[in-house]
C-alpha cells in the first residue's frame, strides 16, 4: 500500500465536501467507489463514525448501551404501549418530554458522544419516537426521507435508531439506501395507508432499487445513525417477539423552525447560543402528569407542522424565510381535521 491510500488525513473527508453540502451541482446519488463497503456487521470504530456518515448517509452497528437496559426500556416501552391510547400516544414525536426513561435514554452519553462526531458539541434533541411492531403486525414504515415534513431549514439533523428488542430482516428492521442522502430533498405523495407508521402515510415519488438496499440488523443496545434526507423503509413483522427501536432526533441550536411558530426541543449536551426552540423541564418518573400535560401542550403546538405542508414542504426552498420581507406566516390546520 502507497502513502496516497488510506484514511483520509484530518479534517477532511471520504467526499472532499463539507458534511452536509447539497449544493444542487452534486450529481444524484454519490459514485460508489465513494460509499463504504463494510456493511458487514462489524461495530463502527468511532473514527469511522464521520466519514462513514458523509459518504453512506449512515453507520451502524454501534453498541451503546447494555443488553440489559435495552431489556429494562423494551419492557417500559411494551408497558406503555399496552397501557391504552393515552400512554401509547406519549410514545410519539417528543416521547422524551412524557416519559422520563425517554428523557435519561436520549442523554447516554455514548450516543452523544457519537452524535458529536458528526453534528460537533453543541446538541439539542428535538424528537424521540418509538417505533412499535407487536408480534405478527402488519405495520411498516414506507421509502421516506425524515427532513421533508419537520419544517425544520437545515441538514444539520441525525436519527439515532437504538435498538431495544432485536432487529432483524424477519421482525421488519430498517433497510437504507446508501448515498441516498446527497439526492437532496426528493417529493413525497401522501398514501395516510392505515398500517403506515408515519403520521401521512408519506412515500418517496421515485421507485427504490432494493438490490440496493442495505439491512440494518442490530442487537439490542445497539443503535444506528442516519441522515435526513437518506431513503430508507422498514418491513412488517413476520417474527414472534416485538421489535422495538427508539428514534432519537438531534439538531444543531443554529437550525431554526421555519414552519411552525414555536417548536421545542432540550440542550442535552454543550451549549445553545441562538435559543431558537423551547425548552421544557424533565419528566420525574414515568408516571409524571405534569410532564403528560406538557407533552400534550406541546403536541397540540407542534403537531400540525407535519400536516402543514400541501404541496410537500422543502426546506431547502424556504432557506430562511424570516428574513424576507414578503414572507407571510403559514396558516397551521389542525391536526387529523
Ligand atoms: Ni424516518
Redesign the pocket.
Same mark, same amino acid.
Given at each position: 500500500m502507497n502513502a496516497n491510500e488510506g484514511t483520509p488525513p484530518e479534517g477532511s473527508t471520504a467526499c472532499g465536501g463539507t458534511l452536509f453540502g447539497e449544493d444542487g451541482a452534486s450529481p444524484p446519488g454519490v459514485a460508489p467507489e465513494l460509499r463504504s463497503v463494510l456493511h458487514d456487521g462489524a461495530p463502527v470504530s468511532p473514527d469511522a463514525i464521520a466519514s462513514r456518515f458523509e459518504a453512506d448517509g449512515f453507520c451502524f452497528p454501534i453498541p451503546v448501551i447494555s443488553e440489559t437496559d435495552a431489556a429494562i426500556n423494551l419492557n417500559r416501552v411494551i408497558r406503555a404501549e399496552k397501557g391504552g391510547e393515552d400512554r401509547r400516544r406519549l410514545l410519539r414525536s417528543k416521547a422524551h418530554l412524557a416519559y422520563r426513561f425517554i428523557d435519561r435514554l436520549a442523554r447516554t452519553p455514548a450516543i452523544l458522544d457519537c452524535v458529536e462526531r458528526i453534528l460537533g458539541p453543541d446538541l439539542l434533541l428535538w424528537g424521540s419516537t418509538c417505533f412499535v411492531k407487536a408480534p405478527g403486525s402488519s405495520s411498516y414504515?414506507s421509502w &421516506?426521507?425524515?427532513l421533508n415534513y419537520w419544517g425544520l431549514n437545515s441538514t444539520e439533523e441525525v436519527?439515532a435508531w437504538l435498538a431495544l428488542s432485536a432487529s432483524t430482516e424477519a421482525n421488519g428492521c430498517m433497510r437504507f439506501v446508501p448515498g441516498s442522502h446527497l439526492r437532496g430533498p426528493i417529493a413525497h405523495r401522501d398514501s395516510f395507508e392505515e398500517d403506515n407508521l408515519?403520521s401521512r402515510g408519506q412515500e418517496l415519488e421515485v421507485s427504490v432499487d432494493e438490490e440496493e438496499t442495505v439491512s440494518v440488523v442490530l442487537a439490542p443496545g445497539e443503535m444506528s445513525l &442516519?441522515h435526513g434526507r437518506l431513503f &430508507?423503509a422498514s418491513g412488517m413483522n413476520r417474527g414472534n417477539d416485538w421489535r422495538v427501536g427508539l428514534?432519537l432526533r438531534y439538531i444543531t441550536p443554529s437550525t431554526r423552525q421555519v414552519v411552525g411558530v414555536r417548536d421545542f426541543a432540550q440542550l442535552v449536551r454543550g451549549e445553545d447560543r441562538f435559543g431558537h426552540f423551547e425548552e421544557m423541564p424533565r419528566p420525574e418518573s414515568d408516571d409524571d402528569y405534569a410532564a403528560m400535560q406538557r407533552f400534550e401542550y406541546v403536541d397540540g403546538v407542534t403537531g400540525s407542522i407535519f400536516f402543514a405542508t400541501d404541496p410537500p414542504y422543502r426546506p431547502d426552498d424556504l432557506d430562511d424565510p424570516c428574513d424576507d420581507e414578503d414572507w407571510v406566516e403559514p396558516d397551521m390546520p389542525e391536526r387529523g381535521g
Open positions: 414504515v &421516506h426521507q425524515d436519527s408515519l &442516519h &430508507h428514534a
